[in-house]
């Protein structure tokens, strides 16, 4: 019987990995892909990623990220910048992934990759995890950090959702700048990666009309993106797709908060913090250290969610606002940042995690 079986390795597998082994309780951690791949995100972290990944000892600068110091905002004829209140970074997610595994592995956890689990139940005081090979693992405690995937026996308590593309792209986009472009049905993120080209990624209302057929290649996607704002059309046209299709993800339930007990869920399985508005990863790697001191205190998951419901609220009620205004009055949104960019900067501060959050040994349980 193992002690805790960790499922999926993106950032909040891989941060509860890393804080278990550092507290001398190693886990084991089944990922299916079998190498850190790219996911459907922006790639943008701000300085509350940052500060959670130094303290798991990665650097940003180190991993090669790329600065962002400013915001650009378009939609229709109009057009809005104002500079970022806080530092902030592109890295391509298979490298930011990868760096997590290593140094979840370093740490003492065994880190299993290609190892797809098919479903988990309770057995017991604990849990039986069944793999798609066949195998069986018993363990005391289940962590699930399966992200935007259910796992079966185990289903989120979330409905409906958005559809997330993201498509990198050859060329240059605006230096040092996130750039959001707002379209049909959402908004589009841009920014620069390094070493050249930039991502592409949109969160898109599903039913609204263009956005089926902008999931389904890589031209759609751009001409959608770039009806939107002059903006757009002006920078699309001069990158190019690097592959034919977007990559795309479903049923993206922004504004998901898990409530009740089971087993100890983070990062996406915990919360969905609207795209763009608020940090994902920093969501995932702050829940994944909560879930790890809740275990190593032998604090119950029910209490775990609880606790971080409370840790996160206020960010996401103000990730949510923006979100809805970006997609229900764009020309307003761009109309208040270009009057006020103090609020809006004002405003993004809200949506990022405090200095406690994450932290083993702040109040945070
Ligand atoms: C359109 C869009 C844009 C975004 N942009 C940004 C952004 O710019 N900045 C930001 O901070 N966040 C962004 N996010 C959010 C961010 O991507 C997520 O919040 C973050 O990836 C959550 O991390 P996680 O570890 O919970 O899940 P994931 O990163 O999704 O990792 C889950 C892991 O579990 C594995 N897995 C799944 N099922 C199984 C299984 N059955 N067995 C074994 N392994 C399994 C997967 O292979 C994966 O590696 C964006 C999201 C979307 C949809």
């Keep these: 019987m193992s002690g805790t079986v ?6 909040a ?9 550092r507290a001398g309780r190693p886990p084991l951690l089944l990922e299916r892909d079998s190498m850190p791949a790219e996911k459907v995100c922006g790639e943008f972290l701000a300085e509350d990623a940052a500060r959670l990944l ?57 880190v299993r990759l290609g190892t797809a689990v098919r479903g988990a139940e309770r057995a017991g005081e604990g849990w039986r995890v069944r793999l798609v090979s066949g195998e069986r693992l018993d363990c005391v405690n289940l962590v699930l950090a399966t992200g935007k995937h259910e796992l079966r026996g185990q289903p ?7 559809l997330g593309l993201k498509l990198p792209l050859l060329g240059e986009a605006p230096e040092a700048a996130v750039t ?17 080209g930039a991502n592409l990624c949109a969160a898109l209302d599903p039913a609204a009309p263009g956005v089926a057929e902008a999931g389904r290649s890589s031209r759609s996607f751009l001409a959608h993106v770039a009806r939107g704002s002059a903006l757009a059309e002006r920078l699309l046209a001069a990158l190019r797709p690097e592959a034919e299709r977007p990559m795309a993800v479903a049923g993206v339930p922004y504004g998901f908060l898990h409530r009740g007990g089971g087993p100890f869920r983070i990062g996406d399985q915990a919360a969905v913090i609207p795209s763009f508005c608020g940090d994902g990863v920093a969501m995932a790697l702050g829940s994944g250290l909560h879930a790890a001191a809740a275990l190593v205190s032998a604090v119950p998951s029910v209490s775990h969610h609880a606790a971080w419901r409370r840790q996160v609220r206020g960010e996401m009620r103000m990730a949510r606002v923006l979100a809805l205004l970006a997609s229900a009055a764009p ?29 083993p040994h702040g109040p945070s349980l």
């Design 156 to 162: 989120r308590a979330a409905r409906g959702g958005s």
């Design 13 to 21: 597998g891989a941060a509860a990995a890393i804080a278990l082994a």
């Design 54 to 110: 130094r303290s798991l000892d990665l650097d940003l600068a180190a991993l090669g990220a790329v600065p962002i110091t400013r915001a650009l905002f378009a939609a229709g004829r109009r057009q809005a910048e104002m500079p970022l209140p806080f530092a902030a970074w592109g890295l391509p997610r298979a490298t930011l992934d990868a760096a997590l595994l290593e140094a979840a592995r370093n740490a003492g956890a065994e």
């Design 180 to 196: 959001l472009l707002l379209c049909g049905g959402g908004y589009a993120g841009l920014q620069p990666r390094p070493g050249g």
């Design 331 to 359: 020309r307003l949104l761009i109309a208040a940042l270009a009057a006020a960019p103090g609020i809006a900067g004002w405003a993004a501060l809200r949506t990022r995690l405090g200095a406690g959050v994450g932290d």
């Design 6 to 11: 960790i499922v999926g390795g993106g950032p």
